[in-house]
T-cell receptor, first 115, second 112 residues
C-alpha cells in the first residue's frame, strides 16, 4: 500500500465552525506533514510530525491545530477560520531518516472553502 | 535562503511533441531533487528522484537530468499526451533536513 488517503475531499465551513481534516497512511512512515496550497502556488509547509511528535511548526496560526494520534493517522483541527484560509490542504508522509532516496508521498488533498 | 526557480512558468505544446522544463536551485547542502506532477486540485505525484551522483534518470516518457555542479535540473517529456497537462514542480531537499524547497512550477498544457 503506497497510498496516503485524506478525508473529506471537499469541505465548506463557516467562520464559527469547528471541523477536522484527516490523513492516513499504512506505509510505516514515521514522518507526516501538513501543507497548505493556494491556487497556482507551490505547497507551503505547515507542520511536521516525527515519531508522532510535533517537530516543525511553521508559525501557523492557532486556529489550525494538528494532532497525531498514532503513527498512521494525522489530523488537522480547524476552528474560527478566515476566508483567506480557503485552500487545498495536502498531507504527506515519508520514511524518517537522512536517506538520500527518501521521498514524500502526498495525499490527494482536501479542498477547503471558508465562507 | 534556499530557492528553487523553474522556467518557463507556462508552456503550451501540440500533442505528440517533446518539451523540456528547467529547474535551478540554490539549496545547500544538497540531498536530492524530485520532479512532481500535479493535476489541478490534486496532490503532487512523484515522477523521479535524483541524488548527487545521478546525472540522468528515466520514468517512461519522462527523463530527468541533474548537474549538481551548476545546480540545474531538467525534465524532458517525450511524445506528449493530453494527460500530461498538469503543473510540474521541482522540489529540492537539503541534506539532513526534513523540509523541502518547492519551485513555483511550470504549467504545461497539451493541445490536440
Amino acid at each position: 500500500d503506497t497510498e496516503v488517503t485524506q478525508t473529506p475531499k471537499h469541505l465548506v465551513m463557516g467562520m464559527t465552525n469547528k471541523k477536522s481534516l484527516k490523513c492516513e497512511q499504512h506505509m510505516g512512515h514515521r514522518a507526516m506533514y501538513w501543507y497548505k496550497q493556494k491556487a497556482k502556488k507551490p505547497p507551503e509547509l505547515m507542520f511536521v510530525y516525527s515519531y508522532e511528535k510535533l517537530s516543525i511548526n511553521e508559525s501557523v496560526p492557532s486556529r489550525f491545530s494538528p494532532e497525531c494520534p498514532n503513527s498512521s493517522l494525522l489530523n488537522l483541527h480547524l476552528h474560527a477560520l478566515q476566508p483567506e484560509d480557503s485552500a487545498l490542504y495536502l498531507c504527506a508522509s515519508s520514511p524518517l531518516g537522512t536517506g538520500v532516496q527518501e521521498t514524500q508521498y502526498f495525499g490527494p488533498g482536501t479542498r477547503l472553502l471558508v465562507l | 535562503k534556499n530557492q528553487v526557480e523553474q522556467s518557463p512558468q507556462s508552456l503550451i505544446i501540440l500533442e505528440g511533441k517533446n518539451c523540456t522544463l528547467q529547474c535551478n536551485y540554490t539549496v545547500s547542502p544538497f540531498s536530492n531533487l524530485r520532479w512532481y506532477k500535479q493535476d489541478t486540485g490534486r496532490g503532487p505525484v512523484s515522477l523521479t528522484i535524483m541524488t548527487f551522483s545521478e546525472n540522468t534518470k528515466s520514468n517512461g516518457r519522462y527523463t530527468a537530468t541533474l548537474d549538481a555542479d551548476t545546480k540545474q535540473s531538467s525534465l524532458h517529456i517525450t511524445a506528449s499526451q493530453l494527460s500530461d497537462s498538469a503543473s510540474y514542480i521541482c522540489v529540492v531537499r537539503e541534506f539532513g533536513n526534513e523540509k523541502l524547497t518547492f519551485g513555483t512550477g511550470t504549467r504545461l498544457t497539451i493541445i490536440p
